[in-house]
C-alpha cells in the first residue's frame, strides 16, 4: 500500500509541474509585428501587377510577424539614389508607423537605382556583407524585368536571416511546448525523487577520535601594505569610426 502511495504522489506531482511548465510556456509573449493596417508594399511606380501586390503582401506580412521585424518594399519613379534614397526610405518609415525594428527595399526606376535600408535588429542582426549578397541576388531579377521574383526573394532572404532565436522556434507550436513541459516536469520529478532516496553516508565518528575532537585557533594578523606607483604615458590624440546605432544600407544598380 505504501508503494501504491507513493507512486501515486509521484504521477500527480508529475502532473501538477507539467501544467506548471505549461503555463509558463503560454505566457511568453512576442510583439505583435504583422499588423493589418500596414501596407508592406507600396508599387508608386506601377512595375507590379494587382495579384503580384497581394501576394507580396501576404509573404510581408507573414515574414514581419516571423522575424519580429517589419519588412517593407517600396517602388518609386524620382531619381532618388545613394544617400539620397536612405534619407528617403529612412523618412518613409518613420512617417507610415513602422517599427524601430524594420528593414526597407526601395527601387527607383528612373535612376535604375535599388536600396536596402535596415534599422534596429535588422542592422544589428544582418551583416554588411549578407545584405548586399541579398540585394545582389535580387538585382539579377530586376535586370531581368522579374521584379515580383526580385521582391520575394528579398522577403524569404530577410525573413530566413532573423528569424534565427532558438526559443522563438521551440516555442513556436503549441505541440512542441507540451513536449518541453513534460520534458522539463519528468525530468524535475525525478531528480526530486532521488535526492529523497539519497542517505546521509558520514557520521559523527568520522571526524571524532576516541569520542574527543580537537579545534585549532588560527588568525592573519594585519602588519602592513607596501604600495609602489609607476607613470603611465597617455597618449592625448583621438580617433572615431563611422556607423553605430543599427542602422545601414546597402545599394547598387540594375
Known sequence: ?????KKIKAFMSIIMACFMCVGV???????VYADSSKEYVYDNAGILTADEISKLKSQCKKASEDSECDIVIITTNIGHDG???DSYLKKFLDDNGYSKDAVIYGVDMQ??????????????DISQETI??????CEEKLSDKDYYKAFSKYIKNMNMCMTTSIVKK????????????SGVAVAAVLTMMHNAKARMTVSSTEYTKDHNFKVNDRRDVFINTTVVTRHIEHNNSSGSS???GGNSGSGGHF
Open 1 to 5: 500500500m505504501m508503494k501504491i502511495n
Open 83 to 85: 544617400s539620397t534614397m
Open 25 to 31: 510556456l503560454l505566457s511568453i509573449k512576442t510583439d
Open 132 to 137: 548586399d549578397d541579398i540585394r545582389e541576388a
Open 242 to 244: 563611422g556607423g553605430g
Open 111 to 124: 535612376s535604375r537605382a535599388d536600396r536596402m535600408y535596415t534599422q534596429g535588429k535588422a542592422g544589428t
Open 170 to 181: 521551440l516555442t513556436y507550436k503549441m505541440w512542441i511546448k507540451l513536449l518541453i513541459a
